[in-house]
């Protein structure tokens, strides 16, 4: 019965059982075995599902426990992730400025660009949300000084691509600094006054 239910959901879903395979395996960071994963990763980003860099989205997260709901299928529950994520979320974007910054981009970027930037950032880093928070505070701290003068917007602090297509996350040096303890910026440095 439960795989039943499993064909007539993915039936609903227009999704095929290889592109909730290779749904899954985005999800478990597994590589996909017996399928035609580029084939099959096309439609799923049609869908979106995925986005191009190989970011499940919050949509193909409510597929997978839409999925698991239908028949066990031993994935863990997204409903709560998205929940967690959309609370953190606000948190992040409310350290943020209401104003547009010098370079012309507005601080704030939507909350839809911050989800898909923020499941990357887990995706290639480990942090925890009071270490990200805080270290967003320092970084806002930091350019507010200066009237947020080359401050990046909210979006581009988590991921931006480099010149060389690689991306990079300005968020993850903030969070080193904060779990290392030290920052250069901070120290303060002692020296005789020639005369």
């Not at 084939?39 to 997978?64: A, R």
């Not at 992040?92 to 370079?103: E, T």
Request: some cysteine; glycine content about 4%.
């Amino acid at each position: 019965m439960g795989l039943n239910n499993l064909y007539l959901k993915l039936k609903s879903l227009n999704l095929s059982p290889d592109q909730l395979y290779l749904l899954h395996c985005i999800n478990s960071r597994k590589e996909p075995i017996n399928i035609k994963a580029q084939l099959e990763f096309k439609q799923l980003i049609k869908l979106e599902l995925v986005s191009s860099d190989v970011v499940i989205t919050p949509k193909g997260l409510t597929v997978l426990e839409e999925a698991n709901k239908s028949l066990a299928l031993g994935y863990s529950k997204p409903s709560e992730q998205i929940n967690k994520l959309n609370e953190n979320i606000d948190n992040y974007l409310n350290l943020f400025p209401k104003i547009k910054l010098p370079s012309g981009h507005y601080a704030r970027a939507s909350k839809k660009n911050i989800e898909g930037a923020f499941i990357w950032f887990f995706k290639n880093y480990d942090y925890s949300w009071d270490t990200i928070l805080e270290a967003t505070d320092r970084y806002l701290e930091e350019y507010e000084k200066n009237n947020y003068k080359f401050m990046r917007t909210s979006r581009y602090f988590i991921k931006k691509m480099e010149q060389d297509k690689t991306y990079v996350s300005q968020l993850a040096d903030y969070c080193d600094v904060i779990l290392s303890g030290t920052d250069e910026c901070d120290q303060k440095f002692f020296g005789d006054n020639v005369i």
